[in-house]
């Protein structure tokens, strides 16, 4: 069933047809009625792939991120959708799996119109910015979140990754911990930079020296990062605190002490960078630096329609910082 046949079953023109389809005030009520009827009768669906063809749009916005195992994601993604379906938008979600050249195959997808606009979180491995920079040249406007380059001008929406982990440190510390360690996602990411900047500045304040040995940068290999933070729990000169940067390697330190044999707090205090809801579940609690996941998303979907909607937007000037939140809990008491 297609316009056409609609339109011969009726024995009006496909242009009445579309335009009573479409509430046109040039169409009385009456022939709406008889169109919206057999269209129900008939089963008819508009082709709005079709349509958005003809408007030179899509409707559709990209999401593109590296996982959606974590919570922060999955909360992001709620954010995006609800200020999405406001604007009668729908939401693709494209996964990279860390990878960078998965990622530059996506964006130059983009390319052809696919999405009107792409809200993006990068990959651990992007250091290059030449596939982002073929997008917005392509006038297909992009906005960053959580995840940043920042040597290329694009919009960015953040959180305090620097204080945060700044101010976390230093309960550690109020604690008793000496011994301190950081746990990376990975040292190409800015956002984990910017945390270990964090840590080594309070350690710094408060007269510590940091050690190269406490710090374990993660890897695209589960195996490989156990193995480095069994390493560290388990060497001579085991920290007494940490402070994780990612919310999967949190709770592979809570499998590895209840292996060895460490308690929590008790030998090993820990807080961590986490959105799950599940975080006061666990045994102990665990103490988290939470981003405010759904705020963000939201605040990126908004700065993505202003683009969209309003031609002499400066979306590359955008730059917004979500403060996240500290939640102590037994983990770090």
Do not use: W
């Amino acid at each position: 069933m297609n316009i056409k046949t609609l339109a011969g079953q009726l024995g009006f023109s496909v242009s009445t047809v579309s335009k009573a389809l479409n509430d046109s005030h040039e169409i009385s009520t009456e022939t709406k009625r008889k169109v919206l009827e057999l269209a129900k009768q008939l089963n008819y669906t508009p082709n709005a792939y079709a349509g958005s063809l003809r408007n030179k749009k899509s409707n559709n916005i990209a999401v593109v991120l590296p996982e959606v195992a974590d919570s922060f994601f999955s909360q992001a993604i709620n954010g995006i959708e609800s200020v999405a379906q406001e604007k009668g938008y729908h939401v693709i979600v494209y996964l990279t799996h860390e990878k960078q050249r998965k990622e530059q195959t996506i964006l130059d997808d983009f390319r052809s119109g696919r999405v009107d606009g792409v809200l993006m979180s990068v990959s651990c491995e992007t250091t290059s910015t030449d596939h982002i920079r073929r997008l917005c040249d392509k006038k297909i406007p992009v906005v960053f979140f959580d995840r940043v380059i920042e040597d290329i001008a694009v919009a960015r929406v953040v959180t305090n990754d620097f204080e945060a982990a700044r101010k976390a440190t230093i309960e550690l510390m109020a604690k008793g911990c000496r011994q301190l360690a950081f746990v990376a996602l990975s040292d190409k990411v800015a956002i984990m930079n910017h945390r270990l900047e964090g840590f080594k500045k309070a350690l710094q304040d408060k007269g510590l020296l940091f050690d190269d040995r406490m710090l374990v940068n993660c890897t695209s290999s589960e195996a490989q990062t156990q193995k480095a933070l069994k390493h560290l729990l388990t060497s001579a000169s085991r920290p007494d605190g940490v402070l994780v940067s990612a919310e999967k390697p949190a709770t592979d330190i809570y499998s590895i002490c209840n292996e060895i044999g460490l308690n929590i707090p008790a030998d090993l205090k820990v807080i961590a960078f986490s959105s799950m809801q599940i975080a006061a579940l666990l045994h102990p609690p665990l103490s988290t630096i939470t981003q405010p996941a759904f705020e963000m998303g939201k605040t990126a979907a908004s700065l993505l329609f202003k683009a969209l909607e309003k031609s002499n937007f400066k979306l590359e000037r955008e730059f917004v910082v979500v403060p996240s939140l500290f939640f102590e809990r037994a983990s770090s008491k």
